[in-house]
């Protein structure tokens, strides 16, 4: 792809992804350079380059894919990385606070955690993201991704609900869930607040 005429990567990171990391079909697209409209897409890797950055056409790209690209595979590889966080990293935390996953937004399934890791207490926070925030103080908030940075910041749904609830957890190891391939590119703004760990279908990150 770095050698396709009229196309080239925006950034050293990027181009060192674009050489190095992903698995790219025959059939990708090129805009030239219009980052925003560049698409890199396969069964297993998916990988959009804004610049500038339009969160919400990022947003409708990312769940775009994941309706066309969810591999059920890929959620149990993350789930199990997720897994040797909580029992191997992360050393004497007891109460975890989960999310329920949305199937139809393709979020990683959590809900087999618990029975796999019986000495820790988990909490499944409510469908209702309207409801009040949990009160009780957590060792580990685990929130789901729709896309994140290589510097650890998600990317939601733009409601800033998760982004609110974690202010009032200023302790809690903050551990985003998601798939490799909705790794992105924008500009964090004030409000967002970074993970402590992302764990994905391909990688464990610590930040």
């Given amino acids: 792809m770095a050698g396709e005429e009229g196309f080239e990567p925006p950034n050293a990171w990027t181009k060192t992804m674009c050489l190095t990391t992903w698995p790219l079909p025959n059939n990708y697209r090129s ?18 380059y804004m610049l500038p950055t339009d969160k919400n056409n990022l947003r409708r ?56 890791l019986p000495g820790l207490e988990f909490t499944f926070l409510s469908d209702n993201k309207s ?26 749904h733009g409601g800033g609900w998760y982004d609110k609830f974690l202010a009032t957890q200023p302790k809690a190891l903050k551990i985003g869930v998601g798939f490799q391939s909705s790794l992105v590119d924008f500009q964090p703004e004030r409000h967002d607040i970074a993970m402590d760990v992302i764990v994905t279908d391909k990688s464990t990150c610590y930040y």
């Fill in 61 to 116: 790209r990312l769940l775009a894919a994941a309706q066309r690209d969810y591999s059920q595979s890929a959620g149990l590889l993350a789930l199990d990385r997720l897994r040797t966080v909580l029992e191997k990293d992360a050393v004497g935390m007891k109460k975890i606070l989960l999310y329920r996953a949305n199937r139809q937004w393709r979020e990683v399934d959590l809900s087999t955690l618990p029975a796999s």
């Fill in 31 to 48: 805009y030239g350079s219009d980052y925003s409209k560049l698409a890199v897409s396969s069964q297993t890797a998916i990988m959009f």
């Fill in 131 to 156: 409801t009040k925030f949990p009160v009780e103080q957590y060792d580990a908030v685990v929130v789901p991704l729709l896309g994140f940075t290589d510097s650890g910041f998600r990317l939601g």
